[in-house]
């Protein structure tokens, strides 16, 4: 491995375990050694991951006066994925060692490949093994698969040599059993996607809401797939959480509508202080089989550019599978006047544009764009470090946290005073033990915007010290200027 690689790989693991130490994101049932790509979120993780939901919801719909929300559930009729294409098409091409029993996803094996190639400068290389990989893919060519894997020499990192089983698809859907008896009828899915939900949901919401198109049906809630590849901690996990939005829109202007909606989505990213050159658009080249356009927002990770958000335009495919297999309709009457005719649109069953985005790819990216490691001169030439998460007001899990400097002298008293009346307002963080010095770093390292600190003057004037995490400037304000200080600083509409 380069020294490169080495920093990058150093970097990601310090924000791993950053994140447990402080109390965002644990391995889940650690005390049995964790479950592969299952985690948990801690104390402070809980509540950037809310923030994060909340903040999505709150820009999707209560800033659209077209977009209202639903929370279906993760059980549905299991024809639901037989309409989706889910139970025969949602799967990937997997290959097995026969030495190391590990199993892998042929394009991420081959990826990787073309990835070594790149950094070594053969361009070129590299981008026709991609070309060929799609190609066999998109024929579902398996035995060239398998052949493409022996020409280019790609082995198994456990076991060090390509023994590989042949090529086969392996479906992502878990599936269980309602029910006491179990049998196949009784087969139902953990949903991998929360858009079924909406789409099954679609007559329901317009009619009640007495919705007209263009309009949008939004939903976060938890996804299921047995990812093979589970790697990189919460970027792939195999129980996460989606936050999906689908726009039904006239037949015809789909193409409009997405482009709007890739402006808006990225745009929204940025709203949340990530740099532009670490966001860029993905198109596919290789479209599923529901979409007739599809992009994907990349954020570069410290393991690469990877998908952090997709935006499809989904053509009218699922609503019409579900009116197939349902026998329901699903249509739309528009009585708007279309120009070209002088007549009204009629009935149709509507086209979709969707934005999906990971909730917890998302806190990744989150993590990731607010962890530094930074070192700090001292005075007397000598230098200190400190570990901080620059995040945003809005999402940080705490806004502020209140310190007596001392525990005496009705330091605390008046200290606990001023938190319990922020605590209607804002999630907040009381702490009197250690040095106001270690107190600060803990802050820092919790992403806490504000640090005030009640001392003896406060007894006297009424003023605190508030210390700004990112410049770590301080300043003397009036208690009174606490909360509107704060209002401030998480406003971000
Ligand atoms: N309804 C469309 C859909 O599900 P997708 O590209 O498969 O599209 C959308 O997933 C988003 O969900 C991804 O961009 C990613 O953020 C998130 N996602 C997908 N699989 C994931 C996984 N195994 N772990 C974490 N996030 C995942």
Redesign the pocket.
């Known amino acids: 491995m380069s020294n490169t690689n080495t920093s990058v790989e150093n970097h990601f693991q310090n924000i791993i375990s950053h994140a447990k130490e402080y109390g965002f994101v644990f391995p889940s049932s650690e005390i049995y050694d964790g479950l592969a ?1 299952v985690y948990d979120y801690g104390q402070a993780g809980v509540e950037l991951r809310r923030n994060l939901r909340d903040y999505w919801w709150k820009s999707m719909v209560q800033m659209h006066d077209n977009i209202v929300g639903i929370d279906a559930a993760i059980f549905m009729h299991p024809t639901t994925w037989k309409a989706s294409g889910h139970v025969d098409s949602f799967s990937d091409p997997m290959v097995d060692n026969k030495d190391s029993k590990k199993r892998y996803r042929v394009d991420v094996l081959i990826e990787d490949k073309a990835a070594k190639l790149e950094a070594e400068g053969k361009v070129d290389d590299a981008k026709n093994l991609i070309a060929k990989m799609d190609a066999l893919l998109t024929a579902s060519d398996f035995k060239g698969l398998n052949e493409l894997l022996t020409s280019e020499k790609i082995i198994c990192p456990i076991a060090g040599n390509g023994n590989w089983t042949d090529v086969r698809q392996f479906n992502l859907m878990f599936s269980t059993q309602m029910g006491s008896v179990a049998d196949d009828s009784d087969t139902i899915y953990l949903r ?4 079924q939900g909406i789409f099954v949901n679609f007559l329901n919401v317009q009619k009640t809401g007495r919705m007209r198109i263009p309009f949008g049906i939004a939903q976060t809630g938890k ?1 299921f ?1 047995n ?1 093979i590849v ?1 790697r990189q901690f ?5 129980e ?3 936050m ?1 939005m689908q726009f039904f829109v006239r037949p015809g202007s789909e193409m409009e509508w997405y482009n709007l909606w890739k402006q808006k989505r990225m745009a929204w990213h940025k709203s949340l202080g990530i740099p532009e050159n670490k966001l860029r658009f993905h198109d596919h080249t290789k479209l ?1 089989h529901y979409a007739n356009a599809a992009v ?2 990349e954020f570069e990770f410290p393991f690469g550019f990877k ?4 935006i ?1 335009s989904r053509t009218d495919f699922d609503l019409k599978q579900h009116e197939a297999f349902s026998k329901k309709k699903m249509q739309y009457f528009d009585n708007d006047v279309n120009p070209e005719t002088g007549k009204p649109y009629g009935n149709y069953v509507p086209y979709v544009v ?1 934005t ?7 806190f990744l990216l989150t993590l990731s764009n607010a962890f530094e490691e930074q070192i700090l001169p001292k005075e007397d030439g000598t230098t200190d470090s400190r570990s901080v998460l620059h995040l945003p007001a809005i999402l940080a899990p705490y806004k502020a946290a209140i310190l007596p400097l001392m525990k005496k002298d009705g330091l605390p008293e008046t200290a606990k005073e001023i938190a319990d009346s922020l605590r209607k307002h804002f999630n907040i963080f009381y702490e009197e033990k250690d040095t106001i010095g270690k107190r600060y770093r803990r802050m820092d390292a919790l992403g806490t915007p504000f640090c005030i600190c009640v001392d003896h003057q406060t007894l006297q004037d009424q003023t605190v010290t508030v210390r700004h995490r990112d410049a770590m400037t301080q300043d003397r304000i009036h208690i009174s200027e606490i909360k509107p200080m704060i209002d401030k600083a998480v406003e971000i509409f």
């Open positions: 790509a991998p996607e929360t858009a996804a797939r990812e589970a919460i970027f792939r996990m195999r996460f959480e989606q999906e599923a994907d927002i998908e952090v958000e997709g499809h969707e999906s985005v990971g909730l917890d790819r998302l």
